[in-house]
């Protein structure tokens, strides 16, 4: 049947990270390639007692099938949660319980995008955002990625001469780069999307996940307008359950909900019942210190012994949250090559061009230090610093 | 935002099921509306045993992201199953595991359909089906379903004549009009679909639920060739679960799993845990035979009903399983005005346009026996064969 596939399918590869990850699966191997959280974030004790009593509670209830929109009381629970943090009016109407944010960007693609509209993304951008929207057969405009956020310059030359539909955007510890936007930039960005007829997508899986510095409001605080906002509990409670929503105004609700009927009429309910239970018996923010303690502790090391390993002319990005760190080394040493000789010494990391529309970026690396320990990730940046040592002809001198 | 709203769904509305759905939610009102399993049917003190020892066996690995493929050995018994029930070789990895069949729907429309592809479905056909594909903008050509299955010369002819992309099918106990395919149909369909560029998606979201007659091979299992077949086990364990399948060659699996990883990475670990505990520990045919016997009954139940009070001009099917009756009043009988009538006697149904897509179909109903039990089948057909009785002009003799 391979002669019948659409267009949009025609030409998709199976994911260079998906065959990265199977490679390292081999547990010889210390790995930086992954995206996933460390288990000790899931509450595990707490789900196995809660799943038994939301069931024996509900029943046969919890068994049915459900509405769309997802279950009321953790709507409301995710509304409020906004109001406390940001001290913005959410509706419970105004959130969408989606199968994890991912299926957010696929209902905002299925419900915004028409073949050969322009999607702006970071550069580097995330790479699950990029393959939700390619579905829908995009044009792909990528505006760099600066320290402190996106080039503003840039952002509003785009805004501005293309007809931008999506821009999508990950201001906290934006994966795969581990930069924050700044305050300044996030108010530029709120300017600049008035009055345009471009969707700002903002996607915070991570936001919750800070360890150092103040927390800065989403951009859909700064201006509601032409703005829509995704979370998720996968990386505060878990990943497996796949729960997450998107926060959007009722009318694109209402176009998202039709979406999502036809995708999957609703996301799993038992999952959306255990979640609401949790956060209803348990303290989420006591929760959530004790991911940041670990992770935090885990950024601090990978940095301290970057710092001290890495040759100097690799620069790399200290991240105030999230799980990602970034490398970027000398134009004239193809990650590719890094890439192999690390894997001979048994550790492994994603080379950064699948975050490139382009292809490019074939100098950068994404580090995980969310889902290794501390042991781990001494001896592999061990290894990965010596390969790199050794493959450039200069030597840091610290 | 609503004037950046991709085409697709520029035009689509709220469904009218839904609307209707709301509205009997009043516990006064005897539904027949809705496509609901009885929660008879979902094994509520296993589920939540084995909830209990999948999460305290398995801890965080349950609550961490897994393959896109699905629970591998959850694969394996859906491959063997089929093994066991149609003598037909099915390997793990032709399985995906989806979000209920909806979702496969939903990924096969992504994978397969450009916008104008051609899209043959019965007439009446599916609603979930309909409003997934019509996301990829195709168009539909609707072919006459009889009481032993499609219209095979009209089948024949569109092959022929019509460059379809996609044959979307329910050859057991149809919704919404009950029927079932006949062995000779199935096996012309077979034939016809041999050397097409036609993909056949027979969806068995039904096949295990049948009260009479002899079990029916499912056409993929007579012509593996261009064939796709969905299943779920949202009728037999738990809809709300969502966890459902697609059964095709690797191919087109590889395809799939492309779409899926954009569309949500995967589908909830717990439940797919869960689902393989139960089917592990418990004997599914068993099980299966308690619904059977529930839903026979109720079936029963509302075909004698029907044959003793429904004026003799009304025709309806008597469906050998699954959960629905179809039907046909005579065409001078607007089935709104009916169905207006029949909500003032506080019983509702679904009115057929909806399984039409050019919105005929004024004069069907669609009636559900799986959700209600026999007190409610009994009060609520006399409550709708007297508002029809009423309406009618003759009367039944009988």
């Known amino acids: 049947m391979k002669n019948l596939f659409a267009k949009r399918v025609m030409n998709t590869q ?37 799943a038994d009593k939301v069931l024996k509670e509900g029943g046969s209830e919890i068994l049915q099938y459900t509405t769309t929109e997802g279950y009321y009381p953790l709507r409301e629970f995710i509304a409020r949660r906004y109001t406390e943090r940001w001290g913005i009016e959410v509706l419970p109407e105004e959130i969408l319980i989606t199968n994890g944010s991912q299926q957010g960007l696929d209902l905002l693609g299925k419900v915004f995008l028409d073949s050969g509209d322009k999607v702006a993304i970071e550069r580097p951008g995330y790479l699950g955002a990029i393959q939700a929207f390619s579905l829908y057969e995009p044009e792909f405009i990528q505006i760099p990625l600066e320290y402190d956020g996106i080039d ?3 952002f509003e030359k785009v805004l501005k001469n293309d007809n931008i539909k999506l821009c ?11 930069v924050t936007y700044s305050l300044k930039k996030r108010i530029a960005m ?3 999307i008035r009055n345009t007829n471009t969707v700002l997508i903002e996607d915070d899986a991570y936001g919750e996940l800070r360890f150092s510095g103040a927390d800065l ?31 959007a105004e009722k009318e694109v ?8 009927q036809a995708s ?27 991911i940041k303690q670990v992770y935090g502790r885990q950024r601090d090391l990978m940095v301290k012994l970057l710092e001290q390993y890495l040759p100097e002319e690799i620069t790399f ?67 990965l610093t010596k390969v790199l040592r050794t493959i450039m002809p200069k030597r840091r001198t610290k």
Chains 1, 2 share one sequence.
């Open 190 to 192: 709120s300017f600049a």
């Open 152 to 154: 503003i310059n840039a």
């Open 14 to 50: 199976k994911s260079f990270i998906r065959e990265i990850l199977k490679v390292t699966q081999n547990p010889d191997i210390i790995s930086f390639a992954g995206g996933l959280p460390n288990p000790c974030a899931f509450p595990v004790a707490e789900i196995t007692r809660l």
């Open 217 to 247: 409001p989403p951009i859909k605080a700064l201006n509601n307008e032409n703005s829509i906002l995704l979370g998720s509990f996968s990386k505060i409670i878990s990943p497996g359950l796949r729960v997450g929503w998107i926060y």
């Open 253 to 260: 609700i209402e176009k998202l909900v039709i979406a999502k």
């Open 317 to 383: 990005t200290k991240p105030e949250g999230g799980m990602f760190l970034w490398l970027t080394l000398p134009k004239e040493l193809p990650v590719l090559e890094v890439f192999n000789r690390a894997m001979e010494e048994r550790v492994a990391f994603v080379p950064g061009m699948p975050f490139y529309t382009d292809n490019k970026g074939d100098n950068t690396v994404r580090l995980n230090f969310s889902n290794s320990n501390e042991e781990k990730i001494e001896e592999g940046i061990k290894r």
């Open 168 to 178: 999508y955007c990950i201001p906290n510890f934006q994966n795969p780069s581990g």
């Open 264 to 290: 999957d009429l609703h996301s799993n309910y038992l999952a959306q019942r255990i979640i609401y239970s949790y956060l209803e018996e348990n303290d989420i923010n006591q929760h959530i210190e004790r």
